[in-house]
């Protein structure tokens, strides 16, 4: 990177310090050290105001940038777009819109339509309705609950919260909207049943035992991520998902399942829930949908879904009313389409499964090192390290250890993240998600950072 006008960004520095709100940060602390302005990136590096290089094993992040940064064949697209047709609501089509609905649909068998909004949150709050319409419009009133996940995450408007199960993100922003209902989380490291034989069944059947005491008639759907992201990086125990579908079936339930996170090639397949044979009903994403280039959201139906939508003719108010404003934007499903044709051409879902297997295989080597990793877990290029005090009592370790790792392995000039805040005293997860096209070097210059920093900070 040519760093030669870096002093003239001493402006911009200070208009960010000064006047940005920034997301997820406690501003006390964030303008006492140095505020980070990222001006470039290329590959899976950026550089940041002062001229400092960092490679970037989370995608942007928060998951998103799975294709890597300056791709100028996807900046290309997106302009000759714009220059043609920036915009039309989304009662209109457009050619990018409807390319990328083929495409997608494509990767999707079973699923026909495509929604288009903005973000993860929006998506799922689309789903939601649909399935409250469907409530008012199909059962009478009935099957209008949602049940959602513990440690699993939606989003952060308030319904989207409603249905979040990571406490920390949650409190300080109810009353919340009524009818989301928890059930159990499905970590079999951390099983509310101590040990079971078969902790996926359990946990599955965990789900059974929420909608009968709820009431199935009450119950419309489900929402879960294939593997919870920010919650832990948990992976689906054997059997669970299965089982999860046969229930959806016996009590009429909606399937949603959130890709936001591990949707577009981040667990080696273009889906998460394809790694689990799993059939849904509603498919959320974003974030990797176009990698971080325009802001695009998909919500995706079967068209058994989508046929309770297309309405009487003889009755004016019978359609879905929802709109996304900017789901009109034609940027979007423009780069999305260059970025999936990316990860065709480029290979990247087997790349990420082979990175994925090195990354893991590295991690679960120094398990051997370093007693405080007490379990590597993860699918494709989206793993987590949940880190311990104590490797028997599995007693997680201090969340300001656990940031202090994180700092250090900064340091090593990586970035890596740790567990959102998911359940008080559990954020105590490494977790990496760098883009799709990782090399050997790369996730192997990973793995040395997090050599040496728990080295430095745990001993
Ligand atoms: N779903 C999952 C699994 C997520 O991790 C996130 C965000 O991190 C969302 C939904 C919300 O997406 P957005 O921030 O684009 O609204």
Known sequence: MDTSNINDLSEVVEADRIHVWHHLSQHKQY????????????????????GRETLDAVSGGVWTVNVGYGRESIANVVRDQLLKMNYFAGSAGSIPGAMFAQRLIEKMPGMTRVYYSNSGSEANEKAYKMVRQIAHQVHGGKKWKILYRERDYHGTTIAALASGGQE???????????????????????????EVEDYGLRAANAIEEVILREGPDTVGAIILEPV??????????EGYWPRVQEICKKYGLLLIIDEVVCGVGRTGKWFGYQQYGVQPDIVTMAKGVASGYAAISCTVTTEAVFEMFKGNPNDPLDYFRDISTFGGCTAGPAAALENMRIIEDEGLLENTTAMGERLMGNLNALMEKHRVIGQVRGKGLFIGAELVSDRTSREPLAEATVAAVVGAVMKRGVQIGMTNRSVPGFNNTLCLSPALISTADDVDQMSDAIDGALGEICG
Do not use: M, N
């Open 228 to 237: 919870t992201a920010g919650g832990g990086v948990i992976t689906p125990p």
């Open 168 to 194: 920390e993100r949650k409190s300080f922003y109810g009353p919340y909207p009524e009818g989301f209902v928890p059930v159990p989380h499905c970590l079999e490291y951390r099983s509310q049943w101590g």
């Open 31 to 50: 303008e006492a050290v140095d505020p980070r302005v990222i001006v470039e990136g290329k590959g899976l590096r950026v550089w940041d105001a002062t």
